[in-house]
Nanobody
Framework: VQLQASGGGLVQAGGSLKLSCAAS????????MGWFRQAPGKEREFVAA????????LYSDSVKGRFAISRDNAKNTVYLQMNTLKPEDTAIYYC???????????????????WGKGTQVTVSS
């Protein structure tokens, strides 16, 4: 599986952005998908994850209520709608995929099956 994230950019605080992650491969629907982010000088941080069916989602406390993850298995794409953005959301955002059946596993950055190249999100104050 190859992952290609897009949709990053520069936005003012309070604004919105929608990230997309297009996946190659016919088995997209068998993977849990997620997003991590990494700000300069900080460790990689879990943001959100979604089960293979899209029926279950998981969020970090820092984005809960502001971000929404979704997927379209017909299009092999996962999305991250980011609302009410804050300067502290500034980071490189990475799309990930894992064959785990336990969504909680998606919180750990190590051992993930696939990582995409990141997309930069910058939120100005």
């Amino acid at each position: 599986v190859q992952l290609q994230a897009s949709g990053g950019g520069l936005v003012q605080a309070g604004g919105s952005l929608k990230l997309s992650c297009a996946a190659s491969g016919r088995t997209f629907g068998r993977y849990c998908m997620g997003w991590f982010r990494q700000a300069p000088g900080k460790e990689r941080e879990f943001v959100a994850a979604i089960s293979w069916s899209g029926g279950s989602t998981l969020y970090s406390d820092s984005v809960k209520g502001r971000f929404a993850i979704s997927r379209d298995n017909a299009k092999n794409t996962v999305y991250l709608q980011m609302n009410t953005l804050k300067p502290e959301d500034t980071a490189i955002y990475y799309c990930v995929a894992d064959s785990t059946t336990r969504l909680e596993i998606m919180k750990r950055p190590t051992g993930m099956d696939y990582w995409g190249k990141g997309t930069q999100v910058t939120v100005s104050s």
